[in-house]
């Protein structure tokens, strides 16, 4: 198999306008307004398609087709009253949430969220300004992305053991268990496809998928594909494996005590870390974005194509229980994973 | 600039978080300020240009045994503070001395930073993880070696620990094979 080297990715990056520090802040920007913009907008739309799948209409009352519930919800969420308990350690309870929202956001800045684009001229102050599609391309970008995701998991943690509530710890140690559990098979999974490209960077994997259908990465690791898909939803807390905020067992797990916008943070951090498992899915398996023509418009097909999966499957599938969530682990993903990290040196080797 | 700003904030709150850590009786404080100090302390690494030395900081501390620690917190009480035993002021005095002495090593390093050379410089146009990767499998293979072997002891006897009584279950009754005979046994009672 080719290997892609770092001199093909030099030519690749050369025709890109210079990045400016004006540039990076307008991206980031962008990425905050928009991501949590579509977190909200993306409750609506899993309540209207969960509707869908079960043959009800969803909210309906609000606006037009319920599309104004998404602003009733804002509002009741930044009204209501921020309640702390009274035996809770107060400072962590309160910071846990921010952990939340800031490592899923931390972690989009690493991944090619949008097209890149330049402002138009005419636009005062920062017309002419170049805005990347990665706010930081760290050329270990895959790493750093799960790595943040992996720091995210002090947010349930923290919240879980700063609430002085049983189901809250019972959640937190799920999440523990569950997301540690998990990385490893995330890690191992993306190593296949890492190892045939020989790179870290998400512009190196966009690369070596350049030109057509046929060279996605996801026909050469389908298994690696589908392990990575299953490892995601455990680690942004999707049905089948939500098992950190399982209502029939633990109440809410770590959003027991939570209320109001501290709990709308929990709620945003999630949508934005399937936002980013989306992407990274996209990116590495799915061929990824192209700079031409239409190819923006692709990735947000590919993106869309994801999130809408993780919503089809919630409309599906039943929980787990949490030792078939371990069995599945370590019994299930993980040997496959490790067997298909060492097909697929074998095969390169040959 | 940026990297200068960077660096004194970071190094502010790093110390001010680890000695949170060592100061506070609270189990959630000391181990929530552990946990953000290490990540403050790949913010170094990332600085200094060595993305994969701290995302791999990031992974391994932060994310795997920091978390390790916080998993071992679940079985206290977190929200209350722990008695601590007093140290005998000997061992203080000893140990306060020799990292004042320490430090002052440290401050009075740059002094001769001519002597200090880079063995393993970087390459040009390579990146990180494969710069990290040649050395580490040429100059430094037996000792990643010995560490590989020392790891697989060290999961081989956790499994072994953890592993005793495996065949047991915690949750159900041994006596009783079948739910039948646990219908039996209730109905009986």
Sequence with gaps: ?350 | MYEAIAFYLFSALTIGLFLITVMSKNVLYAMTSLAAGMVLISGFFFILGADFLGVVQLIVYVGAVMALYSFAMMFFDATRDIKEKNTPAALVFLLGGLSALVLVLIFAGPIHSDAIQALYPMHEGVGNAQDVGIVLFTKYLVPFEVAAVMLLVAMIAGIILAGKKMDQSLTKDTSVDDADEILKQKDAK
């Design chain 1, 1 to 350: 198999m080719e290997v892609v080297s770092y001199r093909s990715v030099e030519t690749f990056v050369q025709h890109i306008p210079e990045v400016t520090a004006l540039g990076v802040w307008i991206k980031a920007i962008i990425i905050l307004a928009v991501i949590s913009a579509i977190a909200g907008f993306g409750t609506y739309v899993e309540r209207k398609v969960l509707a869908f799948m079960q043959r009800r209409l969803g909210p309906m009352h609000v606006g037009p087709y319920g599309l104004l519930q998404i602003i009733a919800d804002g509002i009741k969420l930044f009204t209501k009253e921020d309640i702390v308990p009274q035996n809770a350690n107060k400072f962590i309870f309160m910071v846990a949430p921010v952990i939340t929202a800031a490592t899923a956001f931390i972690a989009l800045a690493a991944v090619p969220v949008f097209p890149d684009f330049t402002i138009p001229e005419w636009i005062p102050v920062i017309g002419g300004t170049f805005v990347p599609s990665i706010a930081a391309d760290l050329n270990i970008g895959i790493l750093f992305v799960l790595g943040m995701m992996a720091a995210g998991l002090y947010g349930p943690l923290l919240a879980g053991m700063a609430q002085a509530n049983k189901w809250g710890l019972i959640g937190a140690a799920r999440t523990a268990v569950q997301f540690l559990s998990y990385e490893v098979v995330t890690g191992l999974s993306i190593l296949a496809p890492i190892m045939i490209v020989g790179s870290l960077s998400f512009v190196d994997f966009n690369a070596a998928q350049a030109g057509g259908i046929a060279n996605w990465l996801v026909w050469k690791q389908p298994v690696a594909f589908v392990l990575f898909l299953i490892a995601g939803f455990a680690e942004t807390n999707r049905t089948p494996f939500d098992l950190l905020e399982h209502e029939a067992e633990v109440v809410s797990g770590y959003a027991t005590e939570y209320s109001g916008m501290r709990w709308g943070m929990f709620f945003i951090g999630e949508y934005a870390n399937m936002i980013t498992i989306s992407v990274i899915a996209a990116v590495v398996f799915l061929g990824g974005y192209s700079a031409d023509g239409m190819g923006w418009l692709w990735i947000m097909l590919k993106i869309a194509f994801f999130f809408m999966l993780m919503l089809w499957v919630r409309a599906a599938w039943p929980h787990v229980r949490p030792d078939q969530l371990m069995w599945l682990c370590w019994k299930v993903l993980m040997p496959i994973a490790v067997i298909n990290v060492v097909i697929t040196g074998i095969v390169m080797m040959v």
